[in-house]
């Protein structure tokens, strides 16, 4: 083991190149198999604008409703903050290894898992990024459907607009990053100030005094909610290196991360809770028809959906790229895109917080490997020449994904829990056990 780290990845020396890129087929370079080049680099800012658009989501307002729901305002804050500190600080630690490394997340995992075990672990987050995909577009249709019939007098199937939907999305992700920068700069501001006059309505229907004497019906605890919570971003925490490989110094990691998940991803939660309470209602655009808005709904749900599902589009073809880099990233692209479709069309979302819960279960104690293996292991030697000749799966990462599962498993179960909180749980396990087998293994 080296005792500095070392930017190897930059190195370009061995590295494999895209093939879809190499050959000229794919429509814009993304680097999915090698490093960021530096010129290619953003600020903090314009990677913060990307990622807080991934927040300003209806699944995320329906979450935001379901915990103020269920533990009333004051308490439901609280699990807002708290969920906001957990994922802030998981992201910034993803974060870094990406701006470090300059690779996506996919390629990251085979150092861990070794290529087969990152197969295993990337198909795995295709999959669920097929889910989300599928869970905005199902929202996205049956809201479209709803506020065009009442607001515009449109008598349109909501699967017309799953559909249609689904195909502007895959349009807007075709052009990898630099479309979803561009894309960033114009729905971020309008969903934020969206946003802000949401949290001013909310008000002025009922003050905050009487806002905070409401009480949940307590079908979720506080670390069950904070689980739900950073569940739902979760996935989006894990392929943070995604966006940061493009960040320009560890500053603007940090930048990006408090733009979108201390602060925006907070607001929706907030935004949503209030009138969840004070209307009875859950249903992101009732809510919004609540509180007095009308076609300005009907545009909040295509520039949200459009830009959460874009990023979902773009982190499952660098999955699936990653997978099998000699196929063009846009032939992944519209295949995503055709099974989340799909998956909306087939109602998605009617299981979403079970497929929150579980998604954060599974997914969260692979960060924990990854980042000892970066930091502690390996010491950010991230050389891709270095993956060939290695074994084709790490087992002792796969053990500690496992471990991680489970105890985020029985601590959302109730049964034990380290932290309180299952998310924080399985990260902690993972990133534990990891290290000690690792030690062992080089002791050995």
């Known amino acids: 083991m080296t005792s500095t780290v070392q930017p190897a990845a930059r190195s ?6 895209d093939a879809a890129a190499a050959s000229g087929t794919d429509l814009v370079e993304d680097f999915a198999t090698r490093p960021v080049p530096d010129d290619q680099t953003y600020s903090g800012w314009r990677i913060g604008f990307v990622l807080g658009g991934i ?8 979450s935001g409703a379901e915990v103020g729901q269920a533990l009333g305002y004051e308490r439901s804050l609280q699990a807002f903050a708290l969920a906001a500190l957990l994922v802030t600080a998981l992201s910034s630690l993803s974060g870094w290894v990406g701006m470090r490394s300059r690779l996506s997340t996919y390629m990251i995992l085979k150092f861990a898992f070794g290529s087969g075990g990152a197969t295993f672990v ?5 999959v669920a990024q097929f889910g989300w995909f599928g869970v905005n577009a199902y929202f996205f249709g049956t809201a479209a459907e709803s506020v065009g019939r009442e607001v515009l007098g449109l008598a349109v199937p909501s699967a017309v607009y799953i559909v249609s939907g689904g195909v502007l999305m895959i349009a807007a992700t075709v052009f990898g990053f630099k479309a979803l920068d561009k894309l960033a700069l114009l729905a971020f501001p309008l969903l934020l100030a969206v946003l802000a006059v949401m949290l001013a309505r909310t008000f002025d ?21 904070v689980t739900v919570l950073a569940g739902g971003i979760i996935v989006g925490v894990l392929l943070v290196p995604d966006l940061t490989r493009y960040a320009r110094g560890p500053f603007d990691v940090v930048i990006a991360v408090v733009i979108a998940l201390t602060l925006v991803e907070t607001l929706v939660h907030v935004v949503a809770a209030g009138p969840a309470l004070a209307f009875s209602e859950l249903e992101p655009l009732a809510l919004m028809r609540a509180l007095g808005f009308g076609v300005v709904a009907f545009a909040f749900l295509i520039f949200a959906s459009l830009s959460t599902n874009v990023v979902n589009l773009y982190g499952s073809s660098l999955a699936l790229a990653a997978i099998q880099p000699r196929v063009p990233s846009w032939i992944y692209v519209v295949v995503s895109g055709a099974i989340g479709t799909l998956l909306g069309l087939l109602d998605v979302a009617s299981w979403f917080i079970d497929f929150l819960v579980w998604q954060s279960v599974l997914f969260s104690a692979v960060l924990g490997v990854y980042v000892v293996d970066f930091f502690v292991v390996r010491r950010g030697a991230y050389d891709l020449a270095s993956l ?6 790490n087992a002792r990462a796969m053990i500690a994904w496992a471990c991680g599962a489970a105890i985020a498993a029985v601590a959302y179960l109730g049964w034990f829990s380290i932290t309180g909180a299952a998310n ?5 396990v993972g990133a534990g056990v990891y290290a000690a087998l690792e030690s062992l293994r080089r002791r050995g």
């Open 12 to 17: 370009t020396k061995h590295q494999p190149v």
């Open 122 to 126: 990337n198909l795995a987050f295709a």
């Open 388 to 393: 060939e000749g290695r074994a084709s799966f």
């Open 205 to 225: 229907t009922m003050p905050a005094s009487e806002l905070a004497a409401l009480t949940g019906n307590e079908t979720l605890t506080l670390a069950q909610a």
């Open 55 to 62: 927040g300003i989501a209806l699944p995320a307002l329906l």
């Open 424 to 428: 924080l749980d399985a990260v902690l």
